[in-house]
């Protein structure tokens, strides 16, 4: 039969397990606490497996351990150096003894682990300087730390302080900055707060509780001048450098100002270590991540090579987190903490309205992901490496551009084409929050060497899981505001790639009136939108061979002026494609830069689905020879790109009589200009004119219309003319009118006369 196995102590009465500990009286713990069992040697036991079961029934009945108590009690000791013993000693702490007048920042916290104060909450222990560092440092003053006994007590810091730079919560002994309690006393506080409000507390709580007590209790008595002063300032709006740890709490959000664009932005705190001569902030961001790219180890320190074993782990998420460096250097006596590198936000003069703002921007990044055709129109940037030539040093170069034109937001293509290109790279997390490799829970930050030259930015990203949902609901309130106030892109106008702020991303104004204003004969419009427009439906026509044959090649050839180029740009505007022109200066001279060259503009063009336009193409379209074998290269490498391409290609050319026989066969389209008529000039006049202001009827009568379409100038000339008139007007502080149109013409002519004589 089964039987309960009976559990008392040998005398009948809960045995007891304190024993003497240095500082604290045997009696004045709890009698019998804890209670020591053991198996009555009476107790009917059978054998077998009746044995094993009753055992493991026990086990089930035994009621848990109870809890040991909290010890609330302080120790104060001194840690000095014995030239008797020469070793490091400890000593009772003089009841006189304060931090107050001392220099927390002397020196370094002793490594040595001191012997433990099992009665003790925590031990208060003031470090003495050796008398050789009072030679060489007069004045030098004794520095605090503290060492957490309690594992209620090591409980409430680690879920307070969380993850704290160059503290382990498995390390013994548990040792602690005075300033670390001291930056975290507000977060101390909630948590008394929020814990002495629960309802039902368990007895691990309510221990928890009275040792926060203990601790906060503490920090206002010791410390109660310095939070005086802090309180003080803080209250103005104002901090000193001697006070800004108190401000650096981690995982708070900071604002800060973006080196690219100029704008705040925020950033998460997530370490902060003061140097000799600075604050080192170590600080994270959200930006996007690259699909595809191998990961970093972030165990390897700055500037180590990747880990081989981290090679396999392959970036899948959409986001991940940036590491920032900022610095902060000393200043002397109280300044706005908001004049700060950084400076937490609820100290922002208009913080609510700076939040909005990041969430504005966080979510209009978001909706910028992927592929984006976008105007912008402010200052861009590329990073350049100093390793460049021209440049000297380590580190980066921010050169700044004023940018006017269309945009293509395209962070993978910027990425693949600019594989050098500064870009965060991913790291892993370390699993199981685990510590670097390389890393001692005694040593300092591993921030304390910074590299030769400081750099706000560390390019390195944390990768992050994110729940797969929508992208607004992939991320948190808090982090959009972190989100990077950048998107990385094309310009069409400057041919470059930029790093481009995302509030001065526009959606494009597309101009209809291009092409409504467009002078062609009859039919040309229509057969022009049609062919771009039904270019990318499925027509079920493919060649004999895969891959060739799926572009179409227009040609506009005539002479300067007549439209050729205007044409392309209209129709791209009409249909809503992006427009990518080329020069014969962008393809190089030589045909291994007119390979490289075509072939990168053909790619990205063909995923952007954009039309290409190649101005003054009459150089790769000429007849080959038998004697220039590097134009005969060029000719060559034009006709296969030209084969292959499966975009829309434009290209405009003015001797149409000197093109290569091959060439004929690869045009789809080809549409002559012919010089403007004089109704067709005075259609470009009227053009302009209503461009600028000016009502032909109204302003100009047309008998002015009539002179000015019978002089011999072409459509771009019209132009010019119309736009120097403008400012001859302005300058003058008069409307536009005839006479301004005249006496520009007239220049005009004077120069074609004179040009045309040197040439006779």
């Known amino acids: 039969m089964n039987r309960f196995l009976s559990l008392r102590s040998r005398s009948g009465q809960p045995k007891s397990h304190s024993r003497s500990v240095p500082g604290i009286n045997p009696s004045s713990e709890k009698p019998g606490w804890p209670p020591a069992y053991e198996i009555d040697d009476t107790s009917s036991i059978q054998d077998g497996a009746n044995n094993q079961q009753d055992a493991s029934t026990a086990a089930l009945v035994l009621p848990p351990a109870p809890l040991p108590p909290p010890v609330l009690k302080i120790k104060r000791v001194d840690h000095y150096y014995s030239n008797w013993y020469r070793a490091w000693r400890y000593r009772n702490t003089s009841a006189k003894a304060t931090p107050e007048a001392n220099n927390p920042y002397a020196s370094q916290t002793n490594s040595a682990a001191p012997d433990p104060w099992q009665g003790f909450c925590f031990v208060v222990v003031r470090k ?82 009275s040792t926060v007590g203990v601790l906060i209790d503490y920090i206002h008595k010791d410390y109660a001048a310095t939070l005086a002063r802090l309180a003080s300032l803080t209250s103005k709006g104002e901090i000193s450098y001697d006070l800004l740890y108190a401000l650096l709490v981690p995982r708070m959000i900071l604002v800060t100002e973006c080196p690219t664009t100029g704008e705040p932005r925020a950033v998460q705190l997530i370490s902060a270590t003061k140097a000799v001569s600075y604050y080192d902030l170590v600080c994270e961001s959200v930006d996007a991540a690259d699909p595809g790219l ?42 706005e903490i908001s004049s700060l590198e950084a400076f937490p936000m609820q100290y922002h003069p208009a913080a609510a309205e700076l939040k909005e703002t990041l969430l504005r921007r966080g979510r209009k990044w978001l909706s910028l992901r992927g ?124 041919k470059m790639w930029f790093e481009l702020s995302v509030e001065k991303v526009q959606p494009i104004a597309w101009n209809d009136e291009a092409f409504a204003n467009l002078v062609l004969p009859p039919g040309r419009k229509a057969l022009l939108q049609s062919l771009v427009e039904a270019h990318h439906t499925d027509l079920g026509f493919d060649d004999f061979v895969q891959g060739k044959g799926h ?31 080329v020069g014969a200066g962008d393809l190089g001279t030589s045909a291994g830069a007119l390979d490289t060259a075509l072939q990168r503009v053909f790619d990205i063009a063909t995923g952007w689905k954009a039309i290409v336009l190649i ?41 149409v009589q000197t093109f290569d026989e091959a060439f004929l066969s690869r ?90 004589g040197m040439k006779a």
């Open 294 to 335: 191998s990961t970093s180890n972030p165990n390897d320190g700055w500037g180590a090579p990747p880990d081989l074993d981290m090679q396999a782990d392959v970036v899948e998420r959409p986001f991940g987190r940036v590491q920032h460096r900022i610095l902060l250097f000393p200043f002397a006596d109280a300044v």
């Open 667 to 756: 045009i789809h389209v080809a549409l002559h200009f012919r010089e403007l008529t004089t109704a067709a000039k005075a259609q470009v006049w009227r053009a302009f004119l209503q461009k600028v202001g000016v009502a032909v009827g109204r302003d100009i009568s047309e008998e002015h219309l009539a002179a000015l379409a019978q002089r011999e100038i072409n459509g771009r000339q019209i132009k010019n003319a119309t736009r120097t008139a403008t400012s001859l007007a302005v300058s003058r502080r008069e409307k536009l009118g005839f006479k301004h149109l005249v006496q520009t013409l007239d220049a005009m002519d004077e120069f074609t006369a004179e040009f045309a």
């Open 371 to 494: 592929v984006h055709h976008m105007q912008y129109h402010a200052i861009a940037t590329q990073s350049v490496s100093n390793n460049a030539p021209g440049l000297t040093g380590v580190g980066k170069k921010m050169i700044r551009y004023d940018v006017n034109s269309r945009v293509m937001v395209d962070r993978a293509n910027f990425r693949r084409l600019n594989p050098m290109y500064s870009l965060p790279v991913i790291i892993a997390e370390p699993k199981n929050n685990a510590l670097p490799n390389n890393y001692d829970d005694n040593c300092p930050s591993p921030m304390m060497s910074p590299p030769t030259q400081l750099n706000r930015h560390i390019p390195t990203m944390r990768s992050k899981p994110l729940p797969q949902q929508s992208a607004e609901t992939e991320l948190t309130e808090e982090e959009l505001m972190l989100v990077s106030p950048i998107v990385y892109g094309f310009s069409f106008a400057d």
């Open 615 to 655: 101005d003054e193409a009459d150089v790769f379209l000429e007849q080959r020879s038998l004697h220039d074998l590097e134009r005969n290269a060029m000719v060559a490498v034009f006709l296969r790109h030209v084969e292959y391409y499966r975009g829309v290609l434009f290209m405009t050319t003015n001797r």
């Open 128 to 209: 003495m300087p050796r008398q050789v560092e009072k030679e060489h440092t007069p004045g030098a003053q004794p520095t605090f730390h503290i060492v957490v006994k309690s594992p209620y007590l090591r409980k409430a810091c680690k879920e307070v302080m969380q993850h704290l730079t160059g503290i382990s919560w498995t390390a013994e002994p548990l040792e602690i900055k005075p300033e670390h309690f001291i930056t975290f006393l507000p977060r101390f506080k909630e948590y008394q707060k929020t814990l002495s409000g629960k309802r039902d507390r368990t007895e691990e709580e309510n221990y928890v509780l």
């Open 551 to 581: 572009g179409l090649v227009i040609n506009l050839y005539g002479p300067p002026g007549v439209g050729k180029t205007l044409s392309a740009e209209a129709t791209s505007e009409h249909v809503r494609r992006p427009l990518y022109v």
